[in-house]
């Protein structure tokens, strides 16, 4: 029987969950906040909040987490009535387990209360402020990796630095209050889909300052640290049914619990001044250069998965695992990952590419973890960059094909129009929707579409445009998938 509101979880309640139910067993009124983290969504949930419980469970109380919504109160709405508590659910074809995270203590929300996020940013007793704010909340240009100084809420955070707006608005007026009040500054650690993410959140955080002040760029510049890190693990948006799930099986209702895959895996550059958790401990692994395995992730998972999305949904399937039975999707995605992208990717001595890209194969399959391609689609203006559009310049620059890779970028250009094969509308999440809109109205030929999209050069840059080849062999996948359908073009491409 489903459990009902009154049996909710909470910390007055989890002795009545379910026996094999993980759960905190230390004490959370002990546990003191030397985290705070930015974009407290679903993977940070899944992902480093995970590692960060297994840390308090030690017995190292130094390292609980105060997350920071920037935009909406639904995270803290749902976590707030259950003490912080949430369940994470890892599920597979083998079965699913269920875990209890205790590691977030409190979330508060940004814009009702800008300078409570900021006199906890100020607190010494904060050693690390990491964040999961997607590419679009880094208020960057995805083509050019640098500072966006046009962008709406830069120009605010500029002009009113007491009350900021994004991410790097916070950041910034929080080193600069530590700054004059003596206090040493934290550790910037970013856990975003972003190539060398330290080194972009390091850019785009000195440029703000700069504009603000050059003392407190130089500042920033000097005394704080931006490890980069490789994150994985593949987390889909929470349902009803999964809210459903965990209910029945946990003995309590959670408000927003977690659905993920046994797979999980986290690379850190190993430098934080201030110190940090005992993370490599719980499976984390610290490096002295985390690139080449981000360059790895990036290319090969994200690139896929992206290419998988926009091709998928246009055939039809709603999930990523639907997209891989359909025919020529899993013979696509393997050429793609050995022809392609492979020999693009610097050498990890020691690792095992191979096992590695058939793992990806393996995990897209997973059954039960239903991972929307509409989902993973969200964003492609900030997206397709690092995860198709790098990879197509090292192709370029071996004098390499890369007609795999062309079509995934195809895809994203036929999803953007806003419509499905059918005519049926989409509803395309993405901060240049209305652009795409403005620039493709009216438009039907694969050339006055290509023409279009290549104007974006806050995407493609100011190279690929005015390269010959880009734009024939994107151009020619944009005009089969218009004449042929993303399923029977996949069948075709895997022949």
């Not at 139910?21 to 407290?40: A, C, F, K, L, N």
């Not at 387990?97 to 996020?117: H, Q, T």
């Not at 007793?125 to 966006?148: F, W």
Request: aromatic fraction near 8%; hydrophobic fraction near 40%.
């Amino acid at each position: 029987m489903t459990p009902t509101e009154h049996d909710r979880l909470s910390t007055s309640t989890l002795h009545r969950l379910a026996k094999d139910v993980d759960r905190p067993e230390y004490s959370r009124g002990q546990v003191r906040t030397g985290i705070v983290h930015m974009g407290i969504g679903a993977f940070h949930r899944a992902h480093q909040a995970v590692y960060t419980d297994s840390v308090l469970a030690s017995g190292d109380n130094k390292w609980g987490i105060l997350g920071v919504s920037l935009r909406s109160g639904d995270t803290r709405d749902a976590l707030a009535p259950q003490d912080g508590l949430y369940t994470v659910a890892t599920r597979d074809g083998s079965g699913d387990s269920f875990r209890v995270i205790g590691s977030i203590e409190k979330v508060l929300v940004a814009p009702e209360n800008p300078e409570a996020v900021l006199a906890a940013m100020v607190d010494p007793e904060i050693r690390i402020v990491s964040l999961t704010v997607t590419e679009k909340g880094y208020c960057y240009s995805p083509a050019s990796a640098s500072l966006d100084e046009r962008h709406e809420d830069i120009v605010h955070d500029l002009a009113d630095p007491a009350t900021p707006r994004s991410a790097i608005g916070f950041i910034v007026e929080a080193l600069a209050r530590r700054r004059d009040n003596g206090t040493e500054p934290f550790t910037l650690l970013s856990c975003d889909n972003l190539p060398a993410n330290g080194e972009t959140l390091k850019r785009v955080v000195i440029r703000f300052a700069e504009l603000r002040d050059s003392g407190l760029g130089k500042f920033i510049r000097d005394k704080v640290a931006f490890p980069s890190t490789m994150v994985d693990r593949i987390v889909p948006a929470t349902t009803d049914v999964d809210r459903t799930i965990v209910a029945e099986a946990t003995g309590l209702s959670d408000a927003w619990p977690i659905m993920t895959e046994p797979f999980t895996q986290w690379v850190v550059e190993d430098h934080f001044p201030t110190g940090r958790p005992a993370w490599d401990k719980f499976g984390v692994a610290f490096v002295e250069n985390v690139d080449a395995f981000e360059l790895m992730k990036l290319r090969l998972l994200n690139g896929s998965h992206s290419t998988l999305a926009y091709l998928g949904y246009l055939a039809g399937h709603e999930t990523v695992s639907d997209v891989m039975k359909a025919e020529g999707f899993n013979a696509l995605i393997e050429a793609m990952m050995d022809d392609e992208i492979s020999p693009t990717l610097p050498p990890l001595p020691g690792f095992d590419l191979d096992a590695y890209k058939a793992q990806l194969r393996a995990r897209f399959c997973n059954p039960a973890l239903r991972h929307r391609t509409w989902q993973i689609a969200m964003d492609g203006s900030q997206k397709l960059p690092q995860r198709l559009l790098n990879t197509i310049r090292k192709r370029l620059e071996q004098k390499q094909p890369f007609d795999r890779l062309a079509l995934g970028v195809a895809g994203w250009m036929r999803y953007a129009t806003g419509f499905d094969e059918s005519g049926k509308a989409i509803d395309v999440r993405d901060p240049l929707a209305n652009e795409f809109k403005q620039r493709t109205a009216g438009k039907t030929s694969s050339a006055d579409l290509l023409d279009a999209y290549l104007g974006l050069d806050q995407i493609f840059g100011q190279d690929l445009p005015g390269n010959i080849e880009f734009r024939r062999t994107v151009g020619d996948a944009l005009a089969r998938l218009l004449r042929e359908g993303a399923a029977r073009t996949v069948a075709g491409k895997a022949l």
